[in-house]
């Protein structure tokens, strides 16, 4: 089974803070991708990646970078959280016809 | 924009009941799949359909694939508590060649004991 794993459940931040959300997979993967989940908003892709060091931008990457250093992890960076960016941040990774698979998720508070 | 829409948005019914929720898009998507997602977890894969028409079943769900691959409906049977969740589709629109997903809002099911 495809296991994907974020690096926290729940986590509160202040405003101003440098963020690192962590993801990793263990399906050796190609594809990996950051969404934040919002009420009335669905699923908004922030940024994917298509292999170790290259990133693409989703539709919402104001305010947020990313890396993949490694093809197994791809951290999310909010270089100066703001209380906007308060959501559920859910990574994800494919192989075949888009089948994405999901970690269980982060819920960042921004206070 | 490619966008999916799903319905209902909400949907509440009782232990036993049948029920169908449906995604529809304008444009025409190379496969579709289906999540499921619990309160406080990310989704979880439950199908994907790749050819038009095409017909899936998982236990007491049933899939279908529009036959022009614009919109996709997702039936369950006798439903139970357990099937209580956030209902998403999300597909790749044909044109593109993107790996991104395009994803609709869901249909959050509850089903009552």
């Known amino acids: 089974d495809v296991k994907v794993t974020q690096s926290s459940r729940y986590l509160v931040k202040r405003t101003g803070e440098k963020v690192f959300l962590e993801c990793v997979q263990d399906m050796d993967h190609e594809n990996m991708f950051w969404y934040r989940q919002d009420p009335g908003l669905g699923l908004r892709l922030i940024y994917f990646s298509y292999d170790v060091k290259m990133k693409e931008k989703g539709d919402i990457p104001e305010g947020y970078s990313v890396s993949r250093e490694k093809k197994e992890r791809f951290s999310l960076i909010l270089e100066s959280a703001s209380t906007n960016q308060t959501s559920m941040y859910l990574c994800a990774s494919s192989l075949y016809y888009n089948e994405q698979f999901f970690g269980p998720g982060t819920r960042l508070t921004v206070l | 924009t490619q966008l999916l829409e799903q319905s209902p948005q909400f949907l509440s019914i009782q232990e036993g009941e049948n029920l169908t929720v449906y995604c529809n898009s304008s444009?025409?998507?190379?496969?579709l799949q289906w999540y499921r997602q619990e309160p406080g977890e990310g989704p979880v894969l439950l199908v994907t359909?790749?050819?038009?028409?095409e017909v899936k079943k998982l236990k007491r769900l049933t899939f279908q694939f529009g036959d022009a691959r614009k919109d996709s409906s997702l039936h369950i049977t006798a439903a139970q508590p357990g099937d209580t969740g956030l209902y998403l589709c999300a597909g790749t629109p044909a044109q593109g060649g993107s790996e991104k997903l395009v994803f609709g809002k869901g249909t959050k099911l509850t089903v009552n004991p």
């Open positions: 444009s025409v998507f190379s496969s």
């Open positions: 359909v790749v050819t038009g028409g």
